[in-house]
């Protein structure tokens, strides 16, 4: 693996537990499986991107979308039946899911969309390492002069305290310096919004340039950190459940290692 690439999931799991991140991360996992919640969120990502696309307009096109690639998910037929009930239930969530979005996709009103489902890399001064996160959709508001990324999930957004921002909301700040020359904006919103068989729940917040100031030299400390990481020793006396979860599966084989917030803990 490249040890100058590194990603928020990287971070925020190098800081929780380095263990963890040996495992999720540096261990080779050939042949390794795909869970049944990381395939569906995969699908609804590239489908919403569809949609936003205005590829899919109607409910009738988002029906041929699922029927064309949803049986291309590789998903075990031999899989005991518990495993094929959560795989229904799980087209069954796509399903409602998607059709709810075309039905009400995000479009504020007198933006512009910059660019969907798009990966942004940039280097870090000083530090001789790379930082790349995926953005799903960015959209500019020229005349609030708001640069907005917008940020699709699954599960319900954690509360999380703004004076002390995670690792990944930290770096989206620090990659859309790279839009600046030709978006002259002055202020970064985040929009999450949680994809749900029934509407979306929607939360946007305003990243404060203040507190990016004051926490990034703690980003570039980790980041050296990892980069000279060669130990990752087990724990000695105390239980960490992140590690007892990956060593079965890395062992087994089975562990993906996703890189969009599958493995990490996250504040938001």
């Not at 190098?14 to 080779?28: P, Q």
């Not at 799903?136 to 508001?141: E, G, K, P, Q, V």
């Not at 699954?154 to 990944?168: E, G, I, Q, T, V």
Request: hydrophobic residues 40%; charged residues 25%.
């Amino acid at each position: 693996m490249d040890r100058t690439l590194f990603t928020p999931a990287m971070i925020e799991t190098f800081r929780a537990c380095r263990r963890a991140y040996e495992l999720a991360f540096l261990k080779s996992r050939e042949g390794a499986g795909v869970k049944l919640s990381t395939l569906c969120k995969r699908f609804l990502l590239k489908a919403v991107a569809e949609v936003n696309r205005g590829r899919l307009k109607t409910v009738n096109e988002a029906q041929r979308f699922i029927g064309q690639h949803w049986n291309s998910l590789k998903i075990d037929s031999d899989a005991p039946e518990d495993v094929q009930t959560k795989s229904i239930q799980a087209f069954r969530f796509a399903y409602r899911a998607l059709t709810s979005y075309v039905a009400h996709p995000y479009r504020p009103g007198g933006c512009e969309t910059v660019a969907i489902n798009t990966t942004m890399r940039a280097r870090v001064p000083h530090a001789g390492v790379y930082l790349e996160d995926v953005f799903d959709m960015i959209l500019w508001h020229p005349e609030q002069k708001v640069l907005e990324i917008v940020d699709y999930h699954l599960n319900p957004l954690k509360a999380f305290d703004p004076a002390w921002p995670a690792p990944s909301l930290l770096i989206k700040q620090f990659l859309c310096e790279k839009l600046r020359t030709r978006l002259p904006f002055e202020r970064i919103r985040i929009t999450f919004i949680q994809i749900q068989s029934q509407g979306q729940q929607i939360k946007s917040i305003d990243l404060d340039e203040s507190v990016y100031r004051l926490h990034w030299s703690g980003i570039v400390e980790t980041l050296t950190e990892m980069k000279s990481a060669t130990e990752f020793p087990p724990h000695v006396t105390e239980v960490c459940k992140r590690c007892e979860v990956l060593s079965p599966c890395t062992a087994m084989g089975t562990f993906t290692g996703e890189s969009r917030n599958d493995v990490v803990y996250r504040s938001a």
